[in-house]
């Protein structure tokens, strides 16, 4: 005789006379994930670290012309945007600008790198420990339809073990939601100075350029 496919209905029982022991390890998983990314992220954010004077200094070089000094300021973002800045300077400043806006998304893609992970962990660990719950009750339930003598001590047993599951979901939810929105603020900043970085070395280049078209138009003259 031909076995019959399981059904919806047999699957989900099945699922849950397994019990939620399993989602433990998946959310032990999702831990070890979120805490390498927060790791990462936090050596990204203390190496690219720059003084609040760093765009200042950086005018005053490419000011004075010294576009060397300018091109030294140092490897984090806004010192990687006056080295964009030095090497399209020749090309003029609306494709200079073009260049340093491009840059500015580069920065911003590397910033948020693994941040969608975070966030898809803080949103959704608590409802992946609340579906162990979920499946643990299923089980004490069942275990108390097949042991009567046990009385409701089984089921409560049960409960209090499936409850484990909801509590380690939102343990593992709450540092990925700190560290998510921390990053998020950082990367919020470090925006805003790349955009006040670009503004000013665009004013600059386009003063730079103004007397050359001056003289130009006067010898047309």
Known sequence: MQEQPMNLHQIINALGASGGDWVLWVLVACSILSIAVIVDRAFYFVMNRESADLIGRGIDYLARGDR??????????????FQAATASWPLGPERMRAALSAHRLRERAVAERGLILLGTLGNNAPFIGLFGTVLGIIRAFHDLGLANSQGPAA??????????????????????????????????????RLEEAIAAISALAMADTAPTALKADHAIR
């Open 68 to 81: 060397a000094a300018a091109n030294s300021l140092g490897n984090g973002p806004i010192g990687r945007l």
């Open 155 to 192: 089921v409560m047993t049960g409960i209090s073990e499936a409850l484990v599951a909801t509590a380690v979901g939102i343990l593992v939810a709450i540092p990925a939601v700190i560290a998510y929105n921390l990053c998020q603020r950082h990367i919020r900043i470090m925006g805003y």
